[in-house]
């Protein structure tokens, strides 16, 4: 599967930020779907997760309360909604998919083997 990201940009602290991830491909719906983000100077980090049934979703302590992610297997499209943003959440945001992650895995880069390009979102303070 190819993923797309977009709707990154610039944003005051509190505000918020839709990010979408457009895939290819007839499996999508079969597909876990995963967003991680990378700040400069750090490694690649999990920030959500999301089941083939969105009923089952998982998130990063530190976006807890404030993203969602939500996917909709009609337009192949998975979305990260960002609420209450902060600067420590300037990064890059890497859309991931992968159809055989485990539960235990779901947080894990490496069990994910299709990426997006990403794109920036920046938080201004």
């Given at each position: 599967?190819?993923?797309?990201?977009?709707?990154?940009?610039?944003?005051?602290?509190?505000?918020?930020?839709?990010?979408?991830?457009?895939?290819?491909?007839?499996?999508?719906?079969?597909?876990?779907?995963?967003?991680?983000?990378?700040?400069?100077?750090?490694?690649?980090?999990f920030v959500a997760a999301i089941k083939w049934n969105s009923r089952h979703t998982y998130y990063a302590d530190?976006?807890?309360?404030?993203?969602?992610?939500?996917?909709?297997?009609?337009?192949?499209?998975?979305?990260?909604?960002?609420?209450?943003?902060?600067?420590?959440?300037?990064?890059?945001?890497?859309?991931?998919?992968?159809?055989?992650?485990?539960?235990?895995?779901?947080?894990?880069?490496?069990?994910?083997?299709?990426?997006?390009?990403?794109?920036?979102?920046?938080?201004?303070?």
């Open positions: 599967v190819q993923l797309q990201a977009s709707g990154g940009g610039l944003v005051q602290t509190g505000g918020s930020l839709r990010l979408s991830c457009a895939a290819s491909g007839r499996t999508f719906m079969s597909y876990v779907m995963g967003w991680f983000r990378q700040a400069p100077g750090k490694e690649r980090e530190s976006v807890k309360g404030r993203f969602t992610i939500s996917r909709d297997n009609a337009k192949s499209t998975v979305y990260l909604q960002m609420n209450s943003l902060r600067p420590e959440d300037t990064a890059i945001y890497y859309c991931a998919a992968d159809p055989s992650v485990i539960q235990s895995n779901l947080a894990s880069r490496t069990a994910y083997r299709s990426w997006g390009r990403g794109t920036q979102v920046t938080v201004s303070s």
